[in-house]
């Protein structure tokens, strides 16, 4: 499948943290031909990247586990090279190539993302980057409690800061 869909000129990027939102992307980089939901296998979430300008606070990142049950939840756009450029600038580091899966069972070996080698501890995000990026989950159609859920280990935190 990817071979037939990487031609005209056009590229996949994988979306995972604010680029999720269907708001922040169009503010990026304008209209995209296409997005589907797709899965980073082999890779966690966390939240270890400092984004102090725009977000003031840390945000989505991915690490690599090599475990197959791991999975990150998140959107594959059809862009052109200059909108993957723009996104590039705009992260501040270079796309690197993954492979994810279709909700078909199809997936796309080449698709572009971006992720950070940070050794930094995790940190809870800020909680306008956590309202966006629940937004962009339920608009791409993954259900609220699955948005949620990924910031759900803060939750725990939370609750057991307050009970000491």
């Given at each position: 499948?990817?071979?037939?869909l990487?031609?005209?000129?056009?590229?996949?990027y994988f979306?995972?943290g604010?680029n999720?939102s269907?708001d922040v992307m169009k503010?990026r980089?304008?209209?995209w031909?296409?997005?589907k939901?797709?899965l980073a296998?082999?890779?966690?979430l966390?939240?270890?990247?400092l984004?102090?300008?725009?977000?003031?606070?840390?945000v989505?990142n991915?690490?690599?586990?090599?475990?197959?049950?791991d999975?990150v939840p998140g959107?594959?756009?059809?862009?052109?090279?200059?909108?993957?450029?723009t996104?590039?600038r705009?992260?501040g580091?270079?796309p690197?190539?993954?492979r994810?899966?279709l909700?078909?069972?199809?997936?796309?070996?080449?698709?572009?993302?971006f992720?950070?080698k940070s050794t930094e501890?995790?940190?809870?995000p800020p909680?306008e980057?956590?309202?966006?990026?629940e937004e962009?989950?339920?608009?791409?159609?993954y259900g609220?409690?699955r948005?949620?859920?990924i910031?759900e280990?803060?939750s725990v935190d939370e609750?057991?800061?307050?009970?000491t």
């Amino acid at each position: 499948m990817s071979s037939a869909l990487s031609t005209q000129g056009k590229v996949w990027y994988f979306a995972y943290g604010s680029n999720l939102s269907v708001d922040v992307m169009k503010k990026r980089v304008g209209q995209w031909q296409l997005s589907k939901r797709a899965l980073a296998r082999n890779y966690r979430l966390v939240f270890n990247h400092l984004s102090e300008k725009q977000w003031k606070g840390y945000v989505a990142n991915l690490e690599e586990t090599g475990n197959f049950e791991d999975t990150v939840p998140g959107v594959v756009y059809r862009i052109s090279p200059e909108q993957l450029n723009t996104l590039e600038r705009i992260e501040g580091t270079r796309p690197l190539e993954i492979r994810v899966e279709l909700e078909d069972g199809n997936e796309i070996s080449h698709a572009r993302t971006f992720l950070w080698k940070s050794t930094e501890k995790e940190k809870e995000p800020p909680k306008e980057y956590k309202r966006v990026m629940e937004e962009g989950l339920v608009q791409h159609g993954y259900g609220e409690d699955r948005a949620r859920k990924i910031f759900e280990r803060f939750s725990v935190d939370e609750g057991r800061k307050k009970s000491t």
